[in-house]
């Protein structure tokens, strides 16, 4: 038996919002492992990752929302079956693990829609992304230190970036898992939302990146997450020079021109 796609991709139709025409160009991943509540095992990743590459090759596409099949998860770790078996040498030898430096490669801005448990590698995926929007259901944690590991795919760094040293020390060496308003007041979530609205908050808000001039867009994600990165001062000058390049788009040409000529700008994606 096939084991079938882990990872479903689609393009749903623009979700209506706000101010403009709808815009295209926003693609849905679902996690489809509902079953092991969407545990991420090696294979599941790889095929993720490919996934996004295609995406973030594709022109027509501006923004991805990433979610989990069902209501009960978006991902309830790393799959601890596959794990069980690893040794240090088996991992050192697999190449498994540089998928998460593939994702962290990813230009697209990357929405996670969250319900119900986003547990270690969950919780990591969710981090990986550019944005998070979570369900009032949705419960965040790194349990590893109960299983006798720790993160082991940025949960270390990304969590501390995001809420604190002090908040990260807990709920690592505890295990303990928070609820989306912990961490929404924490930091690490972008909105919480009704459960049965989750996604679609989530496609609005990836409505609203993909009406922006893809370029700058992409410039921007860059330039945030060279400020995790680097001294203030390497940081102010890359985007200095991120800012300048912007200039010789034709995006630029479009965005200021519509301004003076009071009208709605038309991208052309470079
Ligand atoms: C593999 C998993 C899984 C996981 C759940 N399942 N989480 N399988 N890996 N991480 C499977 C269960 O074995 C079970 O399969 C089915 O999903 C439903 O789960 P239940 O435990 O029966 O559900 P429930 O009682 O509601 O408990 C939900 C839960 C619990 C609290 C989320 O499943 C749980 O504690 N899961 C593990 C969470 C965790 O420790 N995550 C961190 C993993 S380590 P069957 O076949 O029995 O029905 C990690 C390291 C990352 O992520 C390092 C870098 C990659």
Redesign the pocket.
């Known amino acids: 038996m096939s084991p079938g796609p882990l990872v479903r991709v689609a393009f749903p139709a623009p979700a209506p919002f706000g101010q403009g025409p709808p815009p295209g160009g926003v693609a849905l991943l679902t996690i489809d492992r509902p079953?092991?509540?969407n545990?991420?095992s090696f294979a599941l990743?790889a095929e993720l990752v490919a996934a996004l590459r295609a995406l973030d090759a594709d022109r027509a596409c501006h923004c991805a929302v990433l979610t989990g099949a069902g209501s009960?998860?978006f991902?309830?770790?790393?799959?601890?079956?596959?794990?069980a078996g690893q040794t240090p040498e088996s991992l050192r030898a697999g190449d498994d693990?540089e998928r998460?430096d593939e994702l962290r490669a990813i230009g697209l801005p990357i929405i996670a829609a969250v319900r119900g448990?986003a547990?270690?590698?969950?919780?990591?995926l969710a981090m990986a992304c550019d944005l998070i929007v979570a369900g009032e259901d949705a419960q965040f944690g790194?349990?590893?230190i109960?299983?006798g590991?720790i993160?082991?795919?940025g949960?270390t760094q990304r969590l501390t970036r995001a809420i604190g040293k002090a908040r990260a020390m807990e709920l690592i060496l505890t295990?303990r898992s928070i609820s989306a308003r912990e961490a929404a007041a924490a930091g690490l979530v972008n909105l919480v939302v009704p459960a049965e609205e989750t996604l679609d908050r989530a496609l609005q808000l990836a409505g609203q990146i993909a009406a922006m001039p893809p370029i700058a867009v992409r410039s921007a994600k860059a330039m945030i997450n060279r400020a995790a990165e680097t001294s203030l001062t390497d940081g102010l000058a890359d985007e200095r020079q991120a800012f300048f390049d912007l200039f010789a788009t034709a995006d630029k040409a479009e965005g200021m021109a519509a301004f003076a000529e009071k009208r709605a700008p038309t991208w052309q994606g470079r």
């Open positions: 079953e092991a509540l545990a991420v990743l009960r998860a991902a309830a770790g790393a799959d601890i079956r596959e794990l693990f998460w448990y547990l270690g590698g969950g919780c990591e790194q349990p590893e109960k299983l590991v993160p082991g795919a949960g295990g």
